[in-house]
């Protein structure tokens, strides 16, 4: 089984952490450390269920479904504070960041990430993937993320291509679920990997 690019599509937009680039346990890592300090112990399939939407947006749902009282914004500082620490282990994920090499320049292509855009160019700039990209909506970009659709919307718009004819590349639900929203051609990763 490959992971191939659809005959109908006509544009191609990429989430990053865990889909391009292998940086899914690493947030894990940093989310861990943060809340050790704390004494909770963040589930790791809570972590997962919630990939794909900004950090800040994650605590109120935190705060909410395990009582706790933490601070949205210092609580992102701290977790990006540690996200950063463990940065050097980042790599990328070969068997989807070679379709983007294949159609540069031949498809348009976006980034839509649920991340921080400066964060999420630094990841892009330090496998050496941002050179593949002009196009990328972050979680500053738009006022809904995933799994609402606007992301992924908003790189169509960007790229001058109607959702139908766009395949997102996704490995969380989340954003399977804002791919296949928006009427585009859902594309779940995770069985390649």
């Given amino acids: 089984m490959e992971l191939k690019v659809d005959e109908n599509a006509k544009a191609l937009i990429f989430d990053i952490d865990g889909t391009l ?7 894990y890592k940093a989310w861990e450390k943060m809340f050790a300090l704390q004494g909770f112990n963040y589930p790791r399939e809570v972590f997962y269920e919630l990939a794909g939407i900004p950090t800040y947006k994650i605590v109120p749902i935190l705060n909410e479904r395990f009582n706790l009282k933490l601070d949205p914004e210092e609580t992102m500082n701290e977790k990006e504070k ?27 292509m976006s980034l839509g990430t649920g991340g921080r855009k400066d964060i999420a160019q630094m990841t ?17 970009d738009v006022i809904h993320h995933k799994p609402a659709p606007d992301t992924f919307l908003k790189c169509a718009e960007l790229m001058g291509v109607e959702p139908r004819f766009c395949q997102v590349f996704e490995d969380g639900e989340l954003g399977l679920q804002a791919a296949r929203t928006a009427g585009m051609i859902a594309t779940d990763v995770r069985p390649y990997l």
Wanted: glycine share 6%; proline share 2%; no cysteine.
């Fill in 21 to 27: 680039v292998d940086t899914m346990e690493i947030h």
């Fill in 124 to 140: 892009m700039e330090t496998v050496g993937l941002s050179k593949y990209f002009d196009i990328m909506v972050a979680a500053e």
């Fill in 82 to 108: 540690y996200f950063m620490e463990l940065f050097g282990a980042v790599k990328e994920i070969k068997v989807v960041s070679d379709i983007a090499r294949k159609y540069h320049g031949i498809l348009p």
